[in-house]
């Protein structure tokens, strides 16, 4: 784990997760699992944000395209939020496309609706256009 960019921070994340998930199960809405979260990195002392709009610069101009990303955690971790029969390699896709517009370093995709959470858990490292010295 240690080898991965902002390690402690998203072991805490995932920790978080688990204890939402131990607490709930599988099978309710996105916006559960969200709120949930949030109250519990809260609670641990780490600044989020959900719904962050992520621009989109195309040509040199910031169009207002309709991104949103679920949640940022201290500036520099985006974790998206999945409650689906099965994650798809688009949900990874997005989140990497989050990553890079947003020159964040790594990001989560947490599916809640699967039986046990680790198996719902991908991290994922944006290689290309992270300013890692930024967001630590």
């Known amino acids: 784990m ?3 960019p902002l390690a402690d921070l998203t072991g805490k994340i995932i920790g978080a997760a ?9 099978g309710l809405l996105e916006s ?4 949930c979260l949030c109250h519990d990195l809260e609670e641990l002392g780490l600044e989020t944000h959900r ?4 621009p989109l610069v195309y040509k040199g101009v910031t169009l207002n395209a309709a991104y949103e990303m679920d949640l940022l955690v201290a500036n520099a971790v985006i974790v998206e939020i999945k409650a689906v029969e099965k994650a798809l ?5 997005q989140l990497l496309t989050y990553l ?6 790594v990001g989560l995709l947490i ?6 959470l680790i198996d719902g858990v991908k991290r994922v490292v944006n290689t290309r256009g992270a300013a890692l010295q930024d967001s630590m």
């Open 89 to 93: 390699p688009v949900h990874q896709q």
């Open 100 to 105: 890079k517009l947003a020159r964040k370093p």
């Open 32 to 35: 559960t699992y969200q709120t």
């Open 18 to 26: 688990i204890q939402v998930h131990s607490a709930l199960g599988p």
């Open 2 to 4: 240690e080898d991965f």
């Open 111 to 116: 599916n809640f609706n699967v039986p046990k």
């Open 51 to 54: 719904r962050v709009r992520v």
